[in-house]
């Protein structure tokens, strides 16, 4: 199962960008209650969009959950000393991600 098919599940509206400017962008235009980052993306890598959104005003208080393949402690780290709010590696259950997600998510019932 799919992260896009885990969030669509529980009724939260998902946007997917292809690559690192692209993901820039659509935060920049709808400000999300959380972004799922992945680390190894085309154009500007998933660091680089990290360290833009959490030195960002007006984008560093959004929640940043790292999903990605990269399992090396010094990715783990690297992240975190950029703001990562949480670091998950790839493959992963869905109720894993749901635990992590659910700490930086309102439940869609509280939210309505």
């Known amino acids: 199962m799919g992260v896009r098919t885990c969030l669509d599940a529980v009724g939260y509206e998902v946007e997917v960008a292809e ?3 692209e993901a820039m962008e659509l935060i ?3 400000h999300p209650d959380l972004i799922l980052l992945d680390l190894m993306l085309p154009k500007v890598n998933g660091y680089e ?3 833009s959104l959490k030195t960002d005003p007006g984008t560093g208080s959004i929640p940043v959950v790292v999903l990605t393949a990269k399992a090396e402690e010094e990715d783990r780290l690297r992240a975190t000393e950029l703001g990562a709010d949480a670091y998950m590696t790839k493959p ?9 997600l659910k700490k930086f998510l309102p439940d869609e019932e ?3």
């Open 28 to 30: 920049e235009q709808g």
């Open 19 to 21: 690559n690192g400017e």
């Open 49 to 51: 969009v990290l360290e």
């Open 92 to 100: 992963f259950r869905p109720q894993e991600l749901w635990d992590v």
């Open 110 to 112: 509280d939210s309505q």
